[in-house]
């Protein structure tokens, strides 16, 4: 059966290590004397599950609009790199911009 990480999350130290039980990589082993703190991540590096917990945001695409921000980054970069001011600024502003956005939809 595959987990996500809020499901191995959810579970109690017993059901872990039932999960480790049938397991055979190596950061499993010694399961039975680990506590939920260090099993936890030890499971999902075996299993392949991120443990990173996506948050989301309502309202706007937070992914899309960090992705547009380093594309930008790498403008920015590049300006600085040609000593360019007028698309530096120009560049800067449309960072600031999208991230104001980000934060006003975070509150």
């Known amino acids: ?9 959810q579970k109690n130290l017993t059901e872990l290590r039932e999960i480790a039980k ?11 004397q ?3 703190d260090h099993l936890l991540p030890a499971l999902c590096h075996a299993l392949g599950i991120d443990m990173h917990e996506h948050h989301t945001v309502a309202g706007i695409d937070k992914a899309g609009i960090k992705t547009k921000i380093r594309m930008l980054k790498q403008q920015r970069d590049m300006a600085l790199a040609e000593h360019d001011k007028k698309a530096l600024r120009d560049v800067r502003r449309q960072i600031h911009h999208l991230n104001r956005q980000i934060r006003a939809h975070l509150m």
Request: without cysteine; proline residues 0%; glycine residues 14%.
């Open 1 to 9: 059966m595959t987990y996500t990480y809020e499901q191995l999350k």
């Open 34 to 36: 680990m506590n939920k």
């Open 22 to 32: 049938g397991m055979t990589a190596e950061g499993v082993q010694g399961y039975s």
